[in-house]
């Protein structure tokens, strides 16, 4: 390979590429909604076609992928990035390959194909899992390109105020979409996929030009050691609260705040997410000032005993007090975690170590619907 090849991806930039930045905020917004849709579809369509023998296998395999993929998918996201000089190709097949997954769902459910589409169910969403996967990891890895080392809190608040805010309208999103049916849903799906990672792959392309109108730092020779388990540890202490928050939190508070309020318990989780969005880029600014590794700690020790107390505790008063203390210590944990792991990462295994984060992430996740699914 030659110098100007390898090279490509060693500048730094000294502002926030905010165009990059919302497209790659974008993308990870449909991301999001995959998601949604596919966690509201995937048991319907399991007891729609006799499949409900499967779902602990199917939940299995799902763990596995979702632990498995960003790995694979960041070592070849490395590859790229010093065969091709940047990590766009294997982000833009992710893309094309999950809109194909998604489109494929959606035609073969408007075929209604009946008893065949039994043995053709599980591997499509096999290969949508695979699909969404491949590409999450390279993608969210480029915010170290769009944005300076300091300043990637800021680009972590932007990703997680849309993230929040979309999960915090999912009981609007799930009715919306069971209004428009499966095929419908997965033919948006795949077109917001596909529009949002063009769109990232224009915008990024610009800065990977062998002519760049911009001054590049010089290449330097990274002798610093990935901390593997440290970045992995990362991940999973973001997995944690973001699992017990999505799968036990909406009983807990509909339970413990009973006696204050009678809203249900997924309307209660959408105040919270809600709110942590509002707090993200005021977050952001305090991570950038004490210090992503400070940050961290100080809240994954705080959010690990709110926790604790809003699971234990059934006064309603309490409740409140923690999961106020509980949100803004997620909030803080949130932005400041993502950061720290590309901190960490060798400059020659960026998106491996960012791959290495999500795969934590997910392991939480993975273990607690497996449990729920015996």
Known sequence: MDNSTASIETFKTEKIEWKQLWSLAALYGSIVFGWIAYHNYQPKLLIKFNFTDFTFLLIVVQGVILIVTPLVAGKIGDRFRFKAGHRIPIISSGISFAAMVFMAVAFTLFSNPGEVFRWILPLLIVLWLVAMSIFTSPALSTLELFTPIDKLPVAMAILTIVANLIYSLEPVIVDLI?????????????????????????????????????????????????????????????????????????????????????????????????????????????????????????????????????????????????????????????????????????????????????????????????????
């Open 178 to 374: 069971d209004y428009l049916g499966a095929p419908i849903t997965f033919m948006i799906g795949g077109a917001a996929v596909f529009v949002s990672g063009y769109a990232l792959k224009k915008n990024s392309l610009s800065l990977f030009s062998n002519n760049p109108t911009r001054p590049r730092a010089e290449f330097k020779f990274d002798t610093t050691r990935s901390d593997y388990k440290y970045i992995f540890f990362l991940g999973i202490a973001v997995g944690i609260p973001t699992t017990l928050l999505f799968n036990y939190f909406p009983d807990i508070l509909e339970s413990n705040l009973s006696s204050m309020v009678t809203m249900e318990g997924k309307w209660l989780l959408v105040i919270a997410l809600f709110f942590s969005a509002v707090l993200s880029l005021p977050v952001s600014n305090y991570v950038i000032k004490a210090g992503t590794t400070k940050s961290f700690w100080w809240s994954f020790i705080i959010n690990s005993v709110c926790l604790i107390l809003v699971m234990v505790t059934g006064s309603a008063i309490l409740t409140i007090l923690t999961m106020i203390l509980f949100i803004v210590s997620f909030t803080v944990l949130s932005i400041s975690s993502l950061p720290l792991a590309i901190e960490r990462a060798n400059y020659f295994e960026k998106v491996f170590c960012v791959g290495i984060f999500f795969s934590g992430m997910a392991l939480p996740d993975g273990i607690i619907e497996a449990i729920q699914a015996l």
